[in-house]
């Protein structure tokens, strides 16, 4: 059974300051690693991905990936009301189709 | 450059009947997945389609099957339809046919059965 792990939140912290959503995954075949938001009533959009261990920035998000450790981790400095939604991690493998966490829901407090 | 287009957007369907839906991708990708959404289960894969061809599959019964065309569309059909398919159907995009790729998600149909 291949999972992908998150705490399902809710995760809420201030505006301004940095929030750091965590995932595990079981199946060490895994390759690719994908971050997505999701605003309730919307489709994932994707945010970030990452494929080779250490740190991946792209303005106010850095995934991170440890694959001896099988964690990935999304940090958002800066946070602002608008990143408030449930974020998605999800493990690409061999098989060419993604397993997703059921997300971390992460509000910010104005 | 259009993104992914799932229709019809909602759908309220009766217990036994079947459904059909479709899923355009982004022009020139070739592979399509399905995913079905409920808030209990997250986002659980259904299959994908590249080149026409059904390539995976998840743990879904056989009541739910899909098909691609060769201009890449892709339809899902959920035959007599339970209660608990009542979910959020999306399908996401990709350019490759790797797991390296990112994916692309449609807007989703979102089905109700009554």
């Known amino acids: ?110 | 450059k259009a993104g992914v287009t799932q229709t019809p957007r909602y759908l309220i369907k009766t217990r036994g009947q079947q459904v059909t839906l479709s899923c355009s991708p982004i022009s020139g990708h070739r592979s399509v997945s399905w995913y079905q959404q409920t808030p209990g289960q997250g986002l659980q894969f259904l299959f994908e389609y590249f080149s026409e061809t059904q390539r995976n599959k998840g743990n879904f019964p056989g009541r739910f099957s899909g098909r691609q065309f060769s201009n890449s569309r892709s339809e899902m059909n959920v035959s007599t339809l339970e209660l608990g398919d009542s979910a959020l159907y999306l399908c996401a995009s990709k350019g490759q046919g790797n797991s390296l790729t990112e994916a692309f998600f449609g807007q989703g149909t979102r089905l109700t059965v009554v």
């Open chain 1, 1 to 110: 059974q291949k999972e992908v792990e998150q705490n399902s939140g809710p995760l809420s912290v201030p505006e301004g300051a940095i929030a750091s959503l965590n995932c595990t995954y079981s199946d060490r075949g895994s390759q690719s690693f994908f971050w997505y938001r999701q605003y309730s009533g919307k489709s994932p959009e994707l945010i970030m991905f990452i494929y080779s261990n250490g740190d991946k920035e792209d303005g106010r998000f850095t995934a991170q990936l440890n694959k001896a450790s099988q964690y990935v981790s999304l940090l958002i400095r800066d946070s602002q009301p608008s990143d408030s939604a449930t974020y998605l991690c999800a493990a690409g493998g061999g098989a060419n189709n993604l397993f997703f966490g059921t997300g971390t829901r992460l509000t910010v407090i104005p």
